[in-house]
């Protein structure tokens, strides 16, 4: 008699749940850190000749050495640095875990921060340790480097700005953990777009930095393309565990074709940067919600008077808009949700039926 998936399956993974992507159709969208932006007309042209001409009846290059020459320029990459291509920065996470799961390895990072940290460890049968942020989601420099004095974590994620929180944490506190780490500290700068603040000068400086960047947060989710950049000595052992054609043949074509213009992609984010100051501003003023400083293209907020986060994803999702219910998912983000930013229209959508919700809840 065959055995059942719980006698078989690793009894952590059972225990899991699915990362859940609710069902938008419909919608106003604004749940995912997406770019609410199309490319101009001109560049979806040229996009779709190249799409039609692109040899799919072939493996991509598994080097990717046409993409990767335009991401280093693009992204002004330091010389001795090599590049390494994921399909999206999620398997660039699971690949840095899966070269660092020796036993009782450990996989640290803040908390609350990018789900998948904690998942992937899970994943890779890595041990999992997430340091509380402040009240104020700040970085708790103190408790981090007692941390890892105590528990030497392998592998130390930090994302800049963080998510789901949004804010930016001290770049010296940053540098004093990587200083002190035992192993390798990956910061994860998705939304750098919207911040004005890397580490990638930090490359030369810092032996075991290694950092993580998607071009998700910039208008290109679809084709779900991310990079990590490090020293050769690094990057050639993790190389080890990607997997052959990662990254597609249209994903190489498309992403290289768009780097030529970069910048329609930097004034969309521009775009979004200002059109994040009038959400903010709106919502600080409605009375029952606290608004949180953001440096990315989301806003985290709190639910403060008579309804609670869940309540309020409902009553929005009865008024067509879909944003992300962070209620739940850490003690620190009680009654809180996460709004991505939109175009003027979606925000304004939004935040019209955020005071409808506030002021007149349906039944």
């Not at 390494?84 to 020796?102: C, K, P, V, Y």
């Not at 998942?119 to 970085?139: K, Q, W």
């Not at 963080?162 to 192993?183: K, M």
């Not at 999702?317 to 219910?325: E, Q, V």
Request: glycine share 6%.
């Amino acid at each position: 008699m065959p055995r059942s998936p719980d006698q078989i399956i690793r009894p952590e993974i059972l225990a899991l749940s699915a990362y859940h992507v609710p069902p938008a159709s419909g919608m106003v969208k604004l749940d995912a850190m997406e770019n609410p932006y199309s490319l101009p007309p001109e560049l979806r042209n040229e996009i779709a000749r190249l799409a039609a001409d692109a040899p799919i009846n072939r493996y991509p290059d598994a080097r990717a050495t046409t993409l990767k020459g335009a991401l280093r320029e693009a992204l002004a990459i330091p010389d001795g640095m090599d590049i390494m291509l994921g399909n999206g920065s999620d398997e660039i996470i699971q690949i840095i875990a899966l070269a660092f799961a020796r036993p009782g390895a450990i996989l640290m990072s803040v908390e609350p921060a990018f789900v998948m940290f904690r998942m992937i460890a899970t994943f890779t049968g890595m041990d999992y340790a997430g340091v509380p942020l402040r009240a104020d989601f700040s970085l708790d420099v103190d408790a981090m480097l007692a941390a890892i004095a105590k528990q030497q974590p392998a592998v130390i994620f930090i994302a800049y700005p963080n998510n789901p929180t949004g804010n930016l944490f001290d770049a010296g506190a940053v540098s004093r953990i990587i200083e002190a780490a035992p192993g390798v500290v990956v910061v994860d700068e998705a939304y750098h777009a919207f911040a004005d603040a890397s580490f990638m000068d930090k490359l030369v400086q810092y032996p075991n930095l290694l950092l993580m960047r998607t071009l998700s947060k910039l208008g290109l989710a679809g084709l779900r393309l991310g990079l990590l950049v490090g020293r050769p000595e690094w990057l050639s052992q993790l190389e080890k565990l990607r997997l052959p054609y990662n990254v597609g043949v249209v994903t190489q074509l498309i992403a290289e074709r768009v780097l030529r213009y970069p910048g329609i992609l930097l004034q969309q984010a521009e775009a979004i940067k200002a059109e994040r100051t009038v959400i903010s501003k709106r919502l600080m003023a409605l009375d029952g919600i606290e608004v949180f400083p953001t440096n990315a293209n989301f806003i985290l907020f709190r639910v403060t008077q008579r309804y609670k986060a869940g309540e309020m994803f409902q009553e929005l999702k009865k008024r067509g808009i879909l944003i992300k219910s962070l209620d739940g998912s850490h003690p620190s983000l009680k009654n809180c949700l996460r709004v991505t930013v939109g175009t003027p229209a979606e925000n304004a959508q939004f935040l019209e039926a955020l005071q409808s919700s506030l002021k007149n809840p349906s039944d």
